[in-house]
């Protein structure tokens, strides 16, 4: 394996002695610069599935680089993916501060950010400039907040998901649609109605075909993003998880599944804090055994679709332990925040190794 020292990872303990979306903030505007980067990884295999290719099966999560800011930075870092997001088809601010901190005694963290965007076309001009070694972009959608509180909202939901689409289709090799985020108000509720989910999914997967055919490419993956426990806020059992799943299950309506989004089950509610205001979610090693369990059933249940491990990695260990769980791919987040960069290829070799 390639050793790497760069001043981004010698800055990394100091960037944790700061406010967690303040140091956050500045190690993206760290890994725009090129004396940040490590040397690609070279003792990875590439993965391929359908018409996807990584050069190796460790990945960013959605929430890490928002509007792809720092793409070049993660390809140096060696990340075999990457999904930019949560992308809206206009900015947002967010929830209001405070929405991020640390829990380092749980090596996790805690955040209600509520998908703070630039907005589709600030996205757009940073992938549109391209350069980002063969670092494949995946690219995480939702409908706009402001839509979802609206009494009827299947249709202009359908149609912000079809912009953002034909927005973002050069650029993607995939696309996630976030639909279990629990930091935006309703959300979830939306992915647990039947009918919201198989009509929002399916008409955004006939965009993509009708744009694969109009580029003559291969199909591009469409995968929905995943909560780690049900709309009464239970660990998933075979029967629930089924339940969610099978609209989404029926052939040409999504290709596979990200398993897990941040928990709010995990989350505590805090002094002073109303009982129903927004929680947010865990996301860390508290998550670690959720996603594992989560992707046994997957495996069990959607044994063809595509399947990307999230949640809890902080050794390549962890990430072994989401591959034996089912996981074609696997990726980082919190682990890069007490772990540092080193983690990538760290993994990205663990999931190369045989056995």
Not at 121 to 150: K, W, Y
Not at 189 to 208: M, W
């Amino acid at each position: 394996m390639t050793r790497r020292f760069s001043l981004y990872r010698k800055l990394w303990p100091l960037l944790q002695l700061a406010d967690a979306e303040r140091a956050h903030r500045a190690g993206l505007h760290l890994l725009q610069w090129p004396f940040a980067w490590g040397r690609t990884l070279r003792d990875a295999e590439p993965f391929c599935w359908q018409g996807l290719r990584v050069r190796n099966r460790v990945g960013i999560a959605a929430g890490f680089d928002k509007d792809a800011q720092a793409l070049r930075g993660m390809a140096g870092l060696g990340a075999g993916f990457a999904e930019v997001g949560t992308v809206l088809n206009r900015p947002w601010p967010g929830n209001p501060a405070p929405r991020l901190r640390r829990i380092p005694e749980q090596r996790a963290l805690w955040n209600r950010l509520g998908f703070p965007s630039a907005g589709l076309a600030g996205v757009q001009r940073r992938l549109a400039r391209g350069a980002f070694s063969d670092l494949a972009v995946g690219c995480n959608i939702a409908p706009h907040p402001l839509t979802l509180r609206e009494p009827d909202a299947l249709p202009r939901a359908r149609a912000e998901l079809a912009e953002l689409v034909e927005g973002l289709h050069a650029h993607a090799a995939f696309f996630t649609i976030n639909l279990s985020s629990p930091n935006t108000r309703g959300l979830r509720a939306q992915l647990h109605g039947a009918d919201f989910a198989a009509g929002l999914v399916a008409p955004t997967r006939e965009c993509i075909a009708r744009l694969d055919a109009q580029a003559g490419r291969a199909a591009t993956p469409l995968l929905v993003k995943l909560p780690p426990e049900d709309a009464a806020q239970r660990p998933f059992c075979a029967d629930s998880l089924e339940a969610l799943l099978q609209p989404l299950l029926q052939p040409g309506v999504c290709d596979g599944f990200v398993a897990v989004n941040s928990s709010a089950r995990l989350a505590r509610r805090r002094p002073g804090e109303e009982e129903d205001a927004l929680r947010g979610g865990i996301s860390g090693a508290p998550l670690l055994p959720v996603a594992e369990a989560m992707l046994r059933l997957l495996a069990e249940l959607a044994p063809n679709h595509l399947r990307i491990g999230c949640g809890g990695v902080m050794s390549p260990g962890d990430a072994r332990r989401l591959q034996q769980a089912g996981a074609h791919l696997v990726e980082i987040y919190t682990g890069l925040i007490y772990c540092g960069p080193a983690l990538i290829s760290r993994c990205a070799a663990a999931l190369s190794a045989p056995g």
